[in-house]
T-cell receptor, first 113, second 114 residues
Framework: SQTIHQWPATLVQPVGSPLSLECTVE??????LYWYRQAAGRGLQLLFY??????ISSEVPQNLSASRPQDRQFILSSKKLLLSDSGFYLC????????????FGPGTRLTVL | AQKITQTQPGMFVQEKEAVTLDCTYD???????LFWYKQPSSGEMIFLIY??????QNATEGRYSLNFQKARKSANLVISASQLGDSAMYFC???????????FGQGTRLTINP
């Protein structure tokens, strides 16, 4: 069966520090991968998605970047965190095209102080 | 652009009662998919049910059913015989054909009272 992992689970970082969040998927090949951010009490906002190694699409201009160095690994990064980067970050995967449902990881709660 | 609207910020329901969570959507696409997710306090998003725009029958998954009214652009989630474990945030979402993106509503917080 497929599983998705995210780490760390929680993170407290000072403003201006770098960021690296990692997401890995097991049990499937060539998944579509996604990074979402959820502000407190709000819905999810898509940040990045990837349909293959090295292929990254950005949905919103921001302070963050994403990379996919391996088929089942998706990384969210920042060189210098802003206060507004605080939130709950969720990684998700799906397969194929069309309307396939996305399956989410446990999330990382990031607090920037 | 696609948009999802969930007009109920919070709902309180007695255990064992049925509950309907509202979702309306706006799209100019002829073909699209509609989804419902549950988010417990742990934060993980759990996929519940899917409805395709060309599906003639309403989708059902156990105690969950999707009341799809295409002309009214609504896709309400119905939970039958609610349980305490159903207390969570519920999100409606949609996707376009061939697109790899989900657009989410703002969510409804459902509380089941014993």
């Amino acid at each position: 069966s497929q599983t998705i992992h995210q780490w760390p689970a929680t993170l407290v970082q000072p403003v201006g520090s770098p960021l690296s969040l990692e997401c890995t998927v097991e049990g499937t090949s060539n998944p579509n991968l996604y990074w979402y951010r959820q502000a407190a009490g709000r819905g999810l906002q898509l940040l990045f998605y990837s349909v293959g190694i090295g292929q990254i699409s950005s949905e919103v201009p921001q302070n963050l970047s994403a990379s996919r160095p391996q088929d089942r690994q998706f990384i969210l990064s920042s060189k210098k965190l802003l206060l507004s980067d605080s939130g709950f970050y969720l990684c998700a995967w799906s397969v194929g095209l069309g309307y396939n449902e996305q399956f989410f990881g446990p999330g990382t709660r990031l607090t920037v102080l | 652009a696609q948009k999802i609207t969930q007009t109920q910020p919070g709902m309180f329901v007695q255990e064992k009662e049925a509950v309907t969570l509202d979702c309306t959507y706006d799209t100019s696409d002829q073909s699209y998919g509609l989804f419902w997710y549950k988010q417990p306090s742990s934060g993980e998003m759990i996929f519940l049910i899917y409805q395709g725009s060309y599906d003639e029958q309403n989708a059902t998954e156990g105690r969950y059913s999707l009341n799809f009214q295409k002309a009214r652009k609504s896709a309400n989630l119905v939970i039958s015989a609610s349980q305490l474990g159903d207390s969570a945030m519920y999100f409606c979402a949609m996707s376009r054909e061939g697109a790899q993106k989900l657009v989410f509503g703002q969510g409804t917080r459902l509380t089941i009272n014993p």
